[in-house]
């Protein structure tokens, strides 16, 4: 594999293990309709296929402070630095909103490192898409992931109405998009990736303030 087909690789890989909080800043309004998010971390841990298919191109990750990597070198902690929307607690797949990551990871294969940093992101109607800077470049991706937010576990701090709370969910499950997996097979050349793969799992809490009431 040469190393533009790497470059490409090191790139398509991050897209689905960041864009779940990774999106256009500009997609949702701000119309004073959504709440913020602040004190908050997302943390993004591969699968055993996204651990598989790094391994095959010889791919290994780090982190770009203030991110950090996990202990067992298998996830990446981004603290949010800013984050808005609705998170939708009675029925979390209708989730929506947007957020900047702080931070970013290096991946690195035999002869291409790809640096992917300024990460923000988007999510609406179950699909989450993002744009980064990938090697210095402005790169965007359109409906690159489906996180299964009803799939993952939902705490919530007991507060009174409107008032600011903690909020975690855990293990949400990352799959492609059909847009994804016809890159992923395009560029990778196998087609064992599906839109049922799950790539990755994502873990966030932080504190959501909700909008003021009008």
Known sequence: MDTSRRS???AVMAAPLLAQFTGAPDAVADDG???????????????????????????????????????????????????EGDPSLVNPGQAHGNGRLAGGVEIRVPEATVRVTELQGFLRDGVAWGTCVVNGLDVGHKAAVRPGLDAGVLQVESVPLGKPMKVKVTD????????????????????????????????????????AKR
């Open 33 to 83: 309709s959504l709440g913020t998010v602040s004190e908050a971390s997302a943390v993004v841990r591969w699968t055993p296929l996204g651990e598989l298919l790094l391994g095959r191109f010889g791919a290994t990750v780090s982190a770009v402070e203030p991110a950090t990597l996990g202990e067992d070198g298998k996830s990446v902690r981004f603290p949010v630095a800013s984050g």
């Open 8 to 10: 490409v690789l090191g």
């Open 172 to 211: 949400v499950p990352l799959r492609p998009t059909p847009e994804l997996v016809a890159a992923l097979a395009t560029t990778l050349g196998t087609d064992e990736i599906t839109v049922d793969s799950v790539l990755a799992q994502v873990t966030a809490e932080g504190v959501y303030t909700p909008p």
